[in-house]
């Protein structure tokens, strides 16, 4: 068990460098607190893997990064949050975090679809999330009249991870044209390494159609949430710490923390399972 004395960080983990999107919004608007970035590098991609498995992955992260001192954990990756944040929430953190608190992205991401109002709504994802129909299950729940349109969508993490975005210009026409067959009115891109492709996605499938990308939604829904639960955000220190943990440290990884974050950024591997 890893252990770390200073608590009071947030902590945001991802298969990969997806989260590292989500936390640029994030600190962009919340910069002053503490923050520990954990990305499994070494196992991305997560979304073709088990729901079995997912779970396994995402409790050991979870673990790592309550130990690292990290009191608020944002899983911003969609395939753990649709396959293991429940159970992390109600059976792993009332037996062994209590106080640690773990949100994840699917659900602010459902309500800013409820507030569009969309009626045909595609979902752009990844295999495991596609299989778990979260989406389509809780977007029924809000909206029962929505038709809803999920497309998985393979082979877009891989291309992020591995520097390959020149190629993705015919394999998102493959994986977008269909949605556009169905006229669709609002798109949900649900796995955080999309946002890398939004401005190509935008163009793509035009004005008629309102894409939702959950590096600018994740940062407002945390805001409000640290805004209805003082009780948390008093833990919270405020020292503008970011270090960024990867299980394998690739130079594409490197690249991209060093990008977005400014060169002067802790950047370490740890085998942490
Ligand atoms: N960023 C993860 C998500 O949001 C990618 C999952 C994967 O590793 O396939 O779903």
New binding site residues.
Partial sequence: MHSDKRKGKIGIF???L??LLIMRGIVKSLAEYDYVYLGDTAR??????SKRTIYQFTEEAVRYLSGKGCELIIV???????QALRKIQRSFLPRWHRSVRVLG?VVPTLEEVFDIKGSRIGVL?????VDSSVFTKELRKINPKAKIFEQSAPLL?PLIEHDGLRWSGPILRFYIDPLLKKRIDTLVL?????PVLKHTIRNMVGKGVRVIS?DEIIPKKLNEYLVRHPEIEKRLHRNRGRTFIVSDMTDHFRNRARKWFGNHVTLKMVKYY
């Fill in positions: 991802d298969s990969g997806g989260g991305v991609p997560y979304g073709n893997r911003a990756c969609n395939a753990a949050s649709a992205v994802a990844t295999q495991g999330t993490v649900g796995c955080t390494h999309y959950q």
